[in-house]
């Protein structure tokens, strides 16, 4: 694990080797496991004085979530957005843990089955303070979750650049957009824990917003 200013991280490589704790802030821990067809990463962040925890794209596998949850207790299930490999284990474990499973409104279409509506702003579990950010472009409804130097970006941003936009509903100039104004804001050390493969941090992909922009995807 390498130290910076606001918690210490250990850096993701793509591939499945169990639950990996991944990020380690004031009070709040996040772990991942890879799930599905295509590698999927699932997200636990629980608040460790009070062992509430949210979980982030319950994505496959219930048993391997469940694994991932311990002895943890789910406040929510939270959808990065619509598309079938992010939350194809998303009813089970809520029937499993007896807690709504969330959706941005702008992707239920998308997503083909009903979720409980997720709202942008401010969101809270146990003492931990999130915001959930309305990212749009690789779906209408995509969001990150934003904590202290940390942030889930889903499909929204990857090393290297921004999710897909070649679906009907994917938007280029949005994505572009919501990365610049919603996270390339965040501070250089923020490490960005993406929905497949690898961990980065915004400093690493923020200098080549221009380049992306010109090459178009």
């Given at each position: 694990?390498?130290?910076?200013?606001?918690?210490?991280?250990?850096a993701l490589s793509s591939g499945r080797s169990g639950?990996?704790?991944?990020?380690?802030?004031?009070?709040?821990?996040?772990?991942?496991?890879?799930?599905?067809?295509?590698?999927?990463?699932?997200?636990?962040?629980?608040?460790?004085?009070?062992?509430?925890?949210?979980?982030?794209?319950?994505?496959?596998?219930?048993?391997?979530?469940?694994?991932?949850?311990?002895?943890?207790?789910?406040?929510?299930?939270?959808?990065?957005?619509?598309?079938?490999?992010?939350?194809?284990?998303?009813?089970?474990?809520?029937?499993?843990?007896?807690?709504?499973?969330?959706?941005?409104?702008?992707?239920?279409?998308?997503?083909?089955?009903?979720?409980?509506?997720?709202?942008?702003?401010?969101?809270?579990?146990?003492?931990?303070?999130?915001?959930?950010?309305?990212?749009?472009?690789?779906?209408?409804?995509?969001?990150?979750?934003?904590?202290?130097?940390?942030?889930?970006?889903?499909?929204?941003?990857?090393?290297?650049?921004?999710?897909?936009?070649?679906?009907?509903?994917?938007?280029?100039?949005?994505i572009i957009e919501s990365i610049r104004s919603s996270?390339?804001?965040?501070?250089?050390?923020?490490?960005?824990?993406?929905?497949?493969?690898?961990?980065?941090?915004?400093?690493?992909?923020?200098?080549?917003l221009d380049t992306w922009i010109a090459r178009g995807?």
């Amino acid at each position: 694990m390498s130290n910076n200013s606001t918690g210490s991280y250990a850096a993701l490589s793509s591939g499945r080797s169990g639950t990996r704790d991944c990020y380690a802030g004031d009070g709040f821990t996040v772990s991942r496991v890879v799930v599905g067809p295509i590698d999927n990463n699932a997200y636990l962040v629980r608040c460790e004085p009070t062992g509430i925890s949210l979980l982030v794209d319950a994505a496959d596998e219930i048993d391997q979530l469940t694994q991932l949850v311990g002895d943890s207790s789910v406040a929510a299930i939270m959808t990065t957005h619509g598309h079938w490999d992010h939350h194809q284990a998303a009813e089970d474990a809520s029937q499993r843990f007896g807690v709504p499973a969330l959706l941005h409104p702008s992707d239920w279409d998308i997503a083909g089955k009903p979720f409980d509506a997720l709202a942008a702003g401010p969101l809270s579990f146990g003492e931990v303070k999130a915001t959930v950010v309305h990212t749009p472009g690789h779906t209408p409804g995509s969001v990150c979750v934003i904590l202290d130097g940390v942030a889930l970006t889903g499909d929204t941003l990857f090393p290297g650049g921004p999710g897909a936009t070649r679906f009907d509903h994917s938007s280029f100039p949005t994505i572009i957009e919501s990365i610049r104004s919603s996270l390339f804001t965040l501070p250089d050390e923020t490490v960005v824990l993406p929905g497949h493969g690898d961990s980065t941090t915004i400093g690493q992909e923020r200098d080549q917003l221009d380049t992306w922009i010109a090459r178009g995807w």
